[in-house]
């Protein structure tokens, strides 16, 4: 499944209600696909990030061969762009090593999009315990999206959709940190539009949460 970003976003947030902000002259030295990113993302009044935060085109200095431009929301996580090969994406927690990502930076920034998309929808189900067995049927409309593997938040999420409904599907945690409960995983369904969530609730044995906007 192919996402063309620009279409992504109007189909998620609705089309641009803003006009686009050129980026300062200094920033002409980005990869053109980061560039890309940030002259699509001001066309929305309704911010695209909050799990992480991309920095400001001005932000982004390169320091020891990596320029970094994206973390996650308490700074702890951070990405970044090779100087030399700037379609190579690398991760790291703060002091620790980096680690190529295993997506170039045009499929990365996508991913990112898609992500957020998840946790900015209007209509949410969530439950971070759903028995294996029933993935088949939450996930029957939805189509999974071939991502790369991301290191953060954990191995293991993965992302499927359709033209209504975005999902994530990651290992359900256990009762120690960083322990996963076999047989058992975490799923986040989005929509924009309640009535493409209706089928979930025919699935009672899940403990839905929901939140609407």
């Given amino acids: 499944m192919s996402i063309e970003l620009a279409k992504f976003l109007t189909s998620w947030y609705g ?4 006009p686009s902000s050129p980026l300062p002259g200094e920033c002409d030295w980005l990869p053109k696909p980061l560039k890309e990113w940030h002259r699509l993302s001001t066309q929305w009044s309704q911010p695209l990030m909050g799990v992480k935060r991309m920095l400001a085109p001005e932000e982004v200095k390169v320091e020891a061969g990596k320029a970094v ?8 996580w951070q990405w970044a762009f090779d100087a030399e090969k700037p379609s190579v994406v690398y991760d790291a927690e ?3 090593e980096w680690e190529p990502t295993t997506e170039g930076l045009p499929l990365f920034l996508v991913h990112s999009a898609v992500h957020e998309a998840i946790f900015n ?5 969530w439950c971070t315990q759903v028995e294996e067995n029933l993935l088949a049927e939450i996930l029957e409309p939805l189509t ?7 290191r953060w938040p954990a191995p293991g999420y993965r992302i499927f959709m359709n033209e209504n409904i975005l999902a994530d599907v990651a290992p359900a945690g256990g009762r120690a940190a960083r322990e996963k409960r ?3 995983v975490q799923v986040k369904v989005a929509s924009i539009d309640p009535v493409y969530l209706a089928y979930l609730d025919d699935i009672s044995t899940v403990a839905w949460r929901k939140s609407s906007s």
């Fill in 182 to 184: 076999l047989g058992y």
């Fill in 144 to 150: 999974e999206v071939a991502f790369g593997e991301w």
């Fill in 121 to 125: 929808a209007r209509e949410l189900y």
């Fill in 15 to 18: 089309s641009p209600d803003t």
């Fill in 94 to 96: 703060i002091c620790e």
């Fill in 69 to 76: 431009f994206m973390e996650d929301s308490t700074g702890d």
